[in-house]
């Protein structure tokens, strides 16, 4: 996977995205990383590349000319004009479906915008996909580009240590992960679910799906929809106490 970021601020997705898993997947030659700073195409002597909207209002708006020729610059080198994200409270909402979606593809590239925005011209020249990682707004594109190269990174093969892990967790079935423990066998008193130590693959296998669903119907019953449920778990979900509070 190449991902390539046009941004104002290649060294602030470089350096967090550098670090940890995501850095060694890229020193193994799993993924690239690229960052292009948009300031490079700046069409001024004073590397300007904003300017006021037509028709007033606040803020600055980032100009046409140096996305575009960043964008133009990268699809030649690369000899091909692949998907372009736009990071955009005005997006899609990033989900686990949609970062599988894009694992498959081999090149990716980040626009990350600031200010109050990018000309649309532009965008309606590149951009394939609109993409928000929320209903909040942040400052730039920044931090959702680099939050989801992150969750399609650890998608693909080789990049998380064990390769079964990233099928089994939070998601998978629409369900929320079951509770982990470590040692100490008992700390502060607390002591871990005894069926854990009991070896009994078999029981830990449904205590686990059981505080999944248990979980789930909690904290995130709007997943519940989704999920594949037995009569059985339907039925216990049913038997909750915190249900009677929704
Ligand atoms: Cl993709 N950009 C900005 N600026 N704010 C956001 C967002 C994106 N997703 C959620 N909030």
């Not at 000319?65 to 133009?72: C, E, M």
């Not at 470590?182 to 059981?210: D, I, Q, Y």
Request: charged letters at 25%; proline letters at 5%; hydrophobic letters at 40%.
């Amino acid at each position: 996977m190449n991902y390539h970021i046009l941004t104002l601020f290649p060294q602030m997705v470089l350096d967090g995205l550098h670090t940890s898993i995501i850095g060694r997947a890229e020193e193994k030659g799993l993924l690239h990383i690229e960052a292009v700073d948009i300031r490079d195409y700046a069409e001024n002597k004073h590397n300007r590349v904003d300017d006021y909207p037509y028709g007033g209002g606040a803020g600055m708006v980032m100009q046409p000319g140096p996305v575009y020729g960043a964008w133009k610059a990268l699809a030649d080198r690369i000899g091909k004009k692949p998907r372009l994200i736009y990071l955009t409270p005005q997006g899609r909402v990033f989900d686990q479906a949609m970062a599988e979606e894009f694992a498959r593809e081999e090149d990716l590239v980040f626009l990350c915008g600031h200010y109050e925005g990018i000309d649309e011209r532009v965008l309606e020249m590149i951009v394939t996909d609109y993409v928000s990682i929320g209903d909040y707004v942040l400052t730039g594109g920044e931090l959702p580009a680099m939050v989801m190269i992150d969750c399609i990174s650890r998608l693909i093969p080789g990049v998380l240590n064990n390769d079964v892990s990233a099928e089994f967790e939070t998601f998978h079935d629409s369900l929320l992960e079951y509770p982990q423990y470590t040692r100490p066998e008992e700390f502060m008193g607390r002591k871990v679910p005894p069926v854990l130590l009991s070896g009994h693959h078999e029981n830990v296998a449904k205590w686990r799906r059981e505080q999944s669903v248990i979980r789930t119907a909690r904290y995130r019953p709007d997943l519940l929809t989704k999920a594949d449920l037995t009569e059985k778990e339907k039925e216990l979900i049913k038997t909750l106490d915190f249900q009677q509070e929704l």
